[in-house]
């Protein structure tokens, strides 16, 4: 890492390749597009998946915000706090970021930056799809939030 990191991170993750599973890297990369010009303030990630690594991608962050497709949504897309949980378990293949809050704690032996989870509602996850249109009515309407979260406009998000 270089000796200055942008203080806002976007983490998005999911499979590109499964259908609505698309919806955390698509929002990350349409926010950085967005992004562009805001003298660095803001870094957007995308992975298939959590990794305990990606812990070290928390540090000397103001605020992250974890995205991700979800299933049983009855809203376009849902916002919550994350804390780390001690008791929250993870394996090679899946980590929730819970857990990874935890690690980061562990590792930095200091709390992680304040974190948020934007869950985009979801439905196929077929190999080989691409997102649905509902899918993507849905990620338009959580970009307008992420954009207001990241201080790309003006508007305040709820």
Known sequence: MSGSVAPLLVFGW????RGDDAL?????????GLAQKSSGRLECLTDFQ??????????G?????????????QTPFEVRS?????GVSFTTHALAPEALLQVYRDLQCTEPPPCTLL?????????????????????????VWATAWAGLTEEVPA
């Open 119 to 143: 869950a985009i509602r979801a439905q196929r996850f077929e190999l080989g799809e691409a997102p649905s249109e509902q899918a993507l009515a849905d990620l338009a309407l959580a970009l």
């Open 82 to 86: 994350v804390v780390p949980a001690p």
């Open 50 to 59: 959590l990794q305990i690594e990606h812990a070290l991608d928390m540090v």
């Open 24 to 32: 955390g890297p698509l929002l990350a990369e349409q926010l950085a």
């Open 61 to 73: 962050r103001e605020r992250v915000l974890f995205v991700d497709a979800a299933l049983g949504l």
């Open 14 to 17: 999911g499979n590109p390749s």
